[in-house]
């Protein structure tokens, strides 16, 4: 008998980079580096800013990743971006906002400003220029056409009074994109954004505020500043004047779904340290991995969280294909992304026990502190209700959009089919809202329809389609309610809330069953680990179950007749991705701890 062909093992470019980078990163079992695990929890037990660690990212030439390539650095996909900043994150997630807040505070000049400026904040980042982004006020929360701070214009610039508070880096940083009111009035076209170097400012001008001791993230520059006559030139002006909020809006659309990086990287950590102690812990004689409540609880959040990457996936992708509709997926995932990694969190807590409480004797620490530190991912960049809001402003388009069936096929293909080719991004297509819906969530009744044939065609198993089809009755459901709210711009009722997390549950649903669609044959067929997660459907139907069970709980199969239910299936995958020092991800990702990578470093 021949033995079957396979193909050999597929690259994926985004997870090579990313890989390598966390393997240049060194072993974060490394004593001699500055992602050492135990400094991580000293710094922050110290609220002391993570200066080496940071570096060493500026030295590999991270900063440079937040500049487009037309203005002279290397990002040419979000995708690319999301991987690097989730291989930071689940190392500590301190470092990773700290570092990243440089991206956030340089979008706006991405999206709004002049070539000649992009340029020339692209060379000041790539040289180790730290950016922060100034729109929060202290009265005003998420509260954007409330802002105070005003720019008045002078003669040759703006002069800039007021203050921002609750800014990452605000003191640390050269430069602060500041969200300032330019006309009385305020409304959507009274704020202007400005580009405040601060070491061109007049001595006294302005005043960086004391960095706020916070629950997590201890050692980042959580701080502040506040501006008395601070004269800034007109060129400091990010597009035309009153287009700040728009110009704002449009951004957030990218830095919201680079967030949920962030959730990947502190899920994969706390499933990391999770799994480690099941494998170890022994109680009544087995391993703790062995009793069935442990191991389901592992097979759950390994569930969740590729379902979360399969999420991220498509919109990171989307940024590029499916730009018109990003007010929508990223508010989605800004949503559930951060949330589903909370729930996480906290489940891996309860597994941990006792040890989860410790913030020295286990592992480091680092459990207690991946919890505090990511609870301010669901709260900044827009919290988890301002998400929800912005989709309940659009319930109406979504929900004509699906009735329709309305898609843009060709992008909705190229975000899922994850070894195409991406086109360059273009900040110009992004809209304030989405004309045409959201094509993932409209892509739900075809891509059933699709999975029935291959499950005549044998090509799939009944069971996935069972779930997918209690999926599509959910989502029909949820979108004609969704047809029957009635808009109220004040006192959005509670109700609609909770529409819209069902409404992002069912979109989670289509993007997973779409990746699943898209990527099976070719990924199923390599050689490995992962390879086995995308046969008979496992991964696709494991994470169809869960959301299934989140929005009607007690949905879940029960165990078959073999005894195996198919979260119980995914576990020895779970095992192999841990033991060969891989990410717990949909594709091959091997991290610094992969065999033998501490023992070369060493040698
Ligand atoms: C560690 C940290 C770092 C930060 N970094 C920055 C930064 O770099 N730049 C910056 O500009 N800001 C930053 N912020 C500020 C942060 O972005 C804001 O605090 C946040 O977006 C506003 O939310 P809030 O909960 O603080 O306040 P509020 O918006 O006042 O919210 C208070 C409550 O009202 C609810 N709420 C708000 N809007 C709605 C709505 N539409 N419908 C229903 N309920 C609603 C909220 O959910 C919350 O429960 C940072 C904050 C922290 C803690």
Redesign the pocket.
């Known amino acids: 008998m021949t033995e079957p062909q396979l193909a050999p093992p597929r690259r994926y470019a985004p997870y090579d980079r990313a890989g390598g980078f966390d393997r240049s990163l060194g072993h974060p079992a490394r004593r001699d580096l500055p992602f050492f695990a135990a400094r991580m929890r000293e710094l922050d037990a110290a609220e002391a800013f993570p200066t080496e660690a940071v570096a060493r990212l500026d030295a590999l030439g991270l900063p440079a990743q937040y500049v487009p390539a037309r203005h002279g650095g290397t990002l040419d996909s979000y995708e690319d971006l999301l991987q690097l900043v989730r291989v930071v994150a689940r190392r500590d997630l301190t470092v990773a906002i700290a570092h990243t807040?440089t991206y956030?505070g340089a979008v706006s000049t991405w999206v709004g400003g002049t070539a000649e400026q992009a340029q020339e904040l692209g060379a000041r980042i790539a040289s180790g220029a730290v950016v922060?982004?100034?729109?929060?006020e202290r009265a005003?929360?998420?509260?954007l056409l409330s802002g105070e701070l005003t720019a008045t214009p002078v003669a040759g610039g703006y002069r800039l009074d007021g203050e921002?508070w609750?800014?990452?880096?605000a003191t640390r940083s050269d430069l602060v994109c500041v969200l300032a009111r330019t006309s009385p009035a305020g409304g959507t076209r009274g704020y202007s954004l400005l580009l405040v170097d601060k070491a061109l400012l007049a001595d006294g001008s302005h005043t960086c505020l004391p960095a706020a001791k916070?629950h997590g993230?201890r050692g980042?520059d959580?701080s502040g500043i506040a501006f008395d006559g601070a004269v800034v030139p007109a060129s400091a002006l990010i597009g035309e004047e009153g287009e700040g909020i728009e110009t704002v809006l449009r951004s957030l659309q990218i830095t919201r779904t680079i967030c949920a990086s962030l959730s990947l990287g502190a899920g994969d950590h706390a499933l990391r340290i999770a799994t480690r102690f099941g494998l170890e812990h022994r109680l009544y004689g087995k391993r703790l991995i062995d009793l069935p409540q442990a191991h389901r609880a592992l097979t759950e959040a390994y569930a969740d969280l590729l379902a979360m990457e399969a999420v991220t996936l498509l919109a990171s992708r989307g940024v590029h294909t499916l730009t018109e509709e990003m007010s929508v997926s990223s508010a989605a995932v800004k949503y559930l992304v951060p949330t589903t990694a909370d729930e996480l969190i906290t489940g891996m807590g309860q597994f941990l026990g006792a040890r989860s409480f410790l913030s020295e004797e286990f592992a480091h620490g680092l459990f207690a502190k991946l919890e505090r530190d990511h609870r301010?991912v669901g709260?900044?960049?827009?919290?988890?209700?301002?998400n929800l809001?912005a989709l309940i402003n659009q319930f109406a388009a979504l929900a004509r959009g699906y009735r329709a069936g309305r898609t843009d096929a060709e992008g909705l293909a190229a975000a899922a089919t994850l070894d195409a080719q991406i086109p360059v991004f273009d900040p110009a297509r992004l809209q304030l809202t989405s004309r045409t819906g959201n094509s993932v969530a409209a892509s739900l009744p075809r891509g059933v329809a699709e999975l029935r044939e291959l499950v005549t065609s044998g090509e799939a198993p009944e069971s996935l389609l069972t779930v997918a089809e209690k999926l599509l009755h959910i989502s029909d459901t949820t979108h004609e309610q969704m047809a029957a709210h009635r808009p109220s711009p004040r006192d959005?009722p509670a109700a609609a809330?909770d529409l819209a997390h069902r409404y992002t549950l069912c979109s989670a649903a289509a993007a997973c069953l779409q990746v699943w669609l898209r990527n099976r044959t070719t990924v199923a067929a390599d050689t490995t680990a992962t390879a086995g997660l995308w046969q008979d459907g496992l991964w696709a139907e494991a994470a169809l179950c869960r959301l299934a069970e989140r929005l009607t709980p007690g949905t879940l199969p029960e165990d078959g007749a073999d005894g195996s239910a198919v979260l119980d299936r995914l576990m020895p995958l779970l095992v192999e991705q841990y033991d060969s020092g891989e990410m717990f991800s949909l594709l091959p990702f091997p991290l610094a701890e992969a065999a033998g990578s501490l023992a070369e470093e060493a040698s």
């Open positions: 807040k956030l922060s982004w100034g729109l929060t005003h929360g998420s509260d921002k609750l800014i990452n880096n916070t993230i980042a959580i301010i709260i900044f960049d827009g919290n988890t209700l301002v809001n959005v809330f």
